[in-house]
């Protein structure tokens, strides 16, 4: 166990709709960053926050959003759901921003968009 | 952009064969991580391996950052080590930006 959790573990959905993906990083873990397997794409970066701030942006499409609360637990926001968005998401977090540092995963959420 | 390759995309064993896995990156790095993705989709945390050697059980593995190389080894394969291994870096001077830039990942399959 990573200490990251992450809900729900599966998400069925129709295009058009949009769904809230939620991650809890480790205890004392400042950063959050948010990552999309697709069977074409492979592990892409979607976007970093530190402390409740936005850090650093990946491949991000503009109908995703995020962000990170006071308490430092983030939400990812996935809005007009498309067939192509079906993915396994995974949050991830470490102790600072990330440089020299070991970041620990979630055990990602499924999202399949019908 | 950084490109990571790992070899073989591959690879078949029997159990308790032993295999060395390889992963090379085309520029500096500050972090390197090799994650073991299970058959149910869990990407397990094996070594954050900069440089060095790290052994835990029976992986190991090896980075030479001067040559932009990283092996991990698994001895005494056992069915259970079935699934995807992924390598993982951080540019060095990738700044404030923390993200992990994946390969494309080796597909192990161990027969009893």
């Known amino acids: 166990d990573s200490g990251v959790t992450q809900t729900p573990k599966h998400l069925i959905t129709a295009t058009g709709q949009r769904v809230t993906l939620r991650c809890s990083p480790r205890?004392?873990?400042?950063?959050v960053y948010w990552y999309q397997q697709s069977l074409d794409q492979g592990l892409q970066f979607l976007i970093q926050?530190?402390?409740?701030?936005?850090?650093a942006k990946g491949n991000i499409l503009e109908r995703f959003s995020a962000q990170q609360f006071p308490d430092l637990h983030s939400e990812l926001n996935l809005s007009s759901l498309e067939l192509g968005d079906s993915a396994l998401y995974f949050c991830?977090?470490?102790?600072?921003?990330?440089?020299?540092?070991?970041?620990?995963f979630g055990p990602g959420t499924r999202l399949l968009v019908l | 952009g950084i490109q990571v390759e790992q070899s073989p995309p591959d690879l078949i064993l029997q159990e308790g064969a032993n295999s060395t896995l390889r992963c090379n990156f085309s520029d500096s790095v500050n972090n390197l991580q090799w994650f073991h993705q299970n058959p149910w989709g869990q990407l397990i945390n094996l070594f954050y391996?900069?440089?060095g050697t790290k052994q835990n059980g029976r992986l190991s593995a090896t980075t030479v950052a001067t040559e932009r190389y990283s092996l991990l080894y698994i001895s005494s394969s056992q069915t259970t080590d079935s699934g995807v291994y992924f390598c993982a870096v951080k540019l060095d001077y990738g700044g404030s930006q923390g993200n992990l830039i994946f390969g494309k990942g080796t597909k192990l399959s161990v027969k009893p």
């Open positions: 205890s004392g873990d400042l950063s």
């Open positions: 926050y530190y402390n409740g701030e936005e850090r």
């Open positions: 991830a977090s470490s102790s600072s921003t990330g440089e020299g540092e070991t970041q620990y």
């Open positions: 391996i900069p440089s």
